[in-house]
């Protein structure tokens, strides 16, 4: 039976913390990656081994802009033969500035530092592993 999160009455984070607690890997599907947000599930990931099998799997999708929908919709050529690589490109260079975007934002705290501290050293232990969903 699926649960319903609407975090009034139902709290994701707290769903996601015990889930975590008790498991050894993780899939993650998001629209948009909070990279100060990270800080609140970290913990729970940080004492997994890292690797194939014991990590956490995050897939980053991109939202469309409106004027992107509507570019698609009126586009002349109407076939769908995926994206070639400068579109690939151009879309990770946007995905990087809209992380970029993120960090200047307001002032940082500490702890916001050493959230986004810990997310790189998961990173490169291999416990988080994050792919990017163009097409």
């Known amino acids: 039976m699926p649960r319903i999160f609407d975090n009034i009455e139902q709290s994701l984070l707290k769903a996601l913390l015990q889930t975590l607690q008790v498991s050894q890997r ?17 913990r729970a990931i940080n004492d997994w081994a890292g690797g194939d099998g014991q990590c956490c799997r995050l897939l980053v999708g991109m939202q469309r802009l409106p004027q992107e929908d509507l570019q698609a919709l009126f586009r002349l050529d109407t076939s769908d033969d995926g994206i070639d690589n400068s579109t690939a490109l151009r879309l990770k260079k946007r995905l990087v500035e809209d992380f970029r975007d993120q960090l200047t934002v307001g002032a940082p705290s500490n702890e916001d530092e050493a959230g986004l501290r810990r997310l790189a050293a998961q990173i490169k232990a291999r416990k988080v592993v994050v792919k990017l969903f163009l097409a």
């Open 26 to 42: 993780a899939d993650f599907c998001v629209g948009y990656f909070n990279l100060r947000g990270w800080k609140q599930l970290d």
